[in-house]
């Protein structure tokens, strides 16, 4: 049963930059699609991006000036920073397994448990 | 980006009762769309994928149909442990985009 753990600071100042890590367990994170997810407190769910293991990426265009996601297959782990960050990137950030469906990535089948960022000075 | 609007934003039902949640796409998704279970302090959880798949593990009294831009989510007969938050996605273009939930309250 593959597993998946968010790390990283619960606090960044404005216009640092935010550093999270995602480790995979119980299972290959080879030939898969890792996202990342975000959810400020009380409100909905944004797709922030996802990695292929080969370093393919795709980023939601809201943040992709912001945004870059890497992935260390070695370590069975992915990373997302967000630079230049404010308030409003306060949330709770999700790393998770995109499933394939007829050829289309995006299916969210498996994630962290989520790990609250707050920004603040 | 492709709009995501679920009815109602809350609801409130018995155990036992059958309830269904709708979602909208602002264009045509086919069948690319997705339905997550979200309790208080913890991550989504994949319920049906592709419209009306349910993934593994989760019990059958869950369903989901359409196609297009209109999708349902159908619970046959609410369990304690259904009431939740529910989300729709779609994977049908990037960037992935969210329904805005519905709550699903105990009455």
């Known amino acids: 049963q593959v597993q998946l753990q968010e790390s990283g600071p619960g606090l960044v100042k404005p216009s640092e930059t935010l550093s999270l890590t995602c480790t995979v367990s119980?299972?290959?994170?080879?030939?898969?699609?890792w996202s990342w997810i975000r959810q400020p407190p009380g409100k909905g769910l944004e797709w922030i991006g996802y990695?292929?293991?080969?370093?393919?990426?795709s980023y939601n265009p809201s943040l992709k000036s912001r945004v870059t996601m890497s992935v260390d297959s070695s370590k069975s782990q992915f990373s997302l920073n967000l630079s230049s960050v404010t308030a409003a990137d306060t949330a709770v950030y999700y790393c998770?397994?995109?499933?394939?469906?007829?050829?289309?990535?995006?299916?969210?089948?498996?994630w962290g448990q989520g790990t609250l960022v707050t920004v603040s000075s | 980006d492709i709009q995501m609007t679920q009815s109602p934003s809350s609801l409130s039902a018995s155990v036992g009762d059958r309830v269904t949640i709708t979602c909208r796409a602002s264009?045509?998704?086919?069948?690319?769309l997705n339905w997550y279970q979200q309790k208080p302090g913890k991550a989504p959880k994949l319920l049906i994928y592709a419209a009306s798949s349910l993934q593994s593990g989760v019990p059958s009294r869950f369903s989901g149909s359409g196609s297009g831009t209109d999708f349902t989510l159908s619970i046959s007969s609410l369990q304690p442990e259904d009431f939740a938050t529910y989300y729709c996605?779609?994977?049908?273009?990037?960037?992935?985009?969210f329904g805005q939930g519905t709550r699903l309250e105990i009455k």
């Open positions: 119980g299972g290959s994170i080879s030939n898969y699609y």
């Open positions: 990695i292929y293991t080969s370093g393919t990426t």
């Open positions: 264009q045509d998704i086919s069948s690319y």
């Open positions: 996605q779609q994977s049908y273009s990037s960037p992935r985009t």
């Open positions: 998770a397994r995109s499933k394939t469906i007829f050829g289309v990535v995006g299916v969210f089948d498996c």
